[in-house]
């Protein structure tokens, strides 16, 4: 199996743009989440879907965040408009539900830089 | 509410020493625990996971770690550093009672020194 993709792997924009980052799980998974890491917050959750719905978005920092996931095999994060304190790597991981004690494998991340 | 806490935010060991990594756990409910590596510029990987099966958990590249409920405590150990093992860790534990909700440590950076 190829693992969680996600690309791009480095985003550079400017303060206004927006940002979409994407996400393609584990074939056959059914859960994925959206996650930032920061040094200042560390790993942070941002948004959970189970089987393409989105279950706990509790994470997610602000209105100008958004996540989609149209079907089983992709999702995006977007950002409109972005700022510089959105700058961060931003990791997609995804599960098998229901396996008892499930595992969250986790992509290479997507490292965004808002200048 | 379920938490960890590593002990350490850095170590720094010689190669060929022993490693240990230092976790607390809270949890009301006995949990499960892991323990992810990150590589510098990579993503995360599982080392090992504990289930409340074997309390002597063996993961990947040589590490377990001992989940010890009277200390509230999953350390993670190696008998012998290898420079390759320089990355960060993280001790992570499984939220309970709902869905696979993940709660990570701070990390714990480790060095490796030849």
């Known amino acids: 199996d190829a693992g969680v993709i996600q690309s791009p792997r480095h985003e550079v924009t400017e303060m206004g743009q927006e940002v979409t980052l994407r996400c393609k799980p584990i074939s056959g998974h059914n859960s994925l989440f959206w996650y930032r890491q920061t040094m200042m917050r560390g790993l942070e959750l941002l948004i959970y879907f189970n089987n393409n719905v989105p279950i706990d978005d509790s994470g997610m920092p602000e209105d100008r965040f958004s996540a989609k996931m149209p079907n089983a095999s992709f999702s995006t994060l977007k950002i409109q408009p972005s700022e510089p304190r959105d700058s961060a790597v931003y990791f997609c991981a995804s599960s098998l539900e229901g396996v008892p004690t499930d595992t969250q494998y986790f992509g290479p991340g997507t490292r965004l830089t808002v200048l | 509410a379920q938490s960890v806490t590593q002990l350490d935010s850095h170590v720094s060991v010689s190669e060929g020493t022993p490693v240990l990594l230092r976790c607390n756990y809270s949890?009301?409910?006995?949990?499960?625990l892991f323990w992810y590596v990150q590589h510098p510029n990579k993503g995360l990987q599982l080392l090992l996971k504990y289930t409340s099966a074997a309390t002597l958990v063996k993961g990947i590249n040589g590490f377990e770690a001992e989940f010890k409920k009277s200390e509230t405590s999953f350390h993670l150990t190696k008998p012998s550093a290898h420079m390759s093992d320089a990355a960060e860790y993280f001790c992570?534990?499984?939220?309970?009672?709902?869905?696979?909700?993940?709660?990570f440590g701070a990390g714990t950076r480790l060095a490796v020194h030849p």
């Open positions: 992570v534990v499984q939220i309970s009672g709902g869905y696979n909700k993940l709660i």
């Open positions: 949890s009301s409910y006995s949990p499960s």
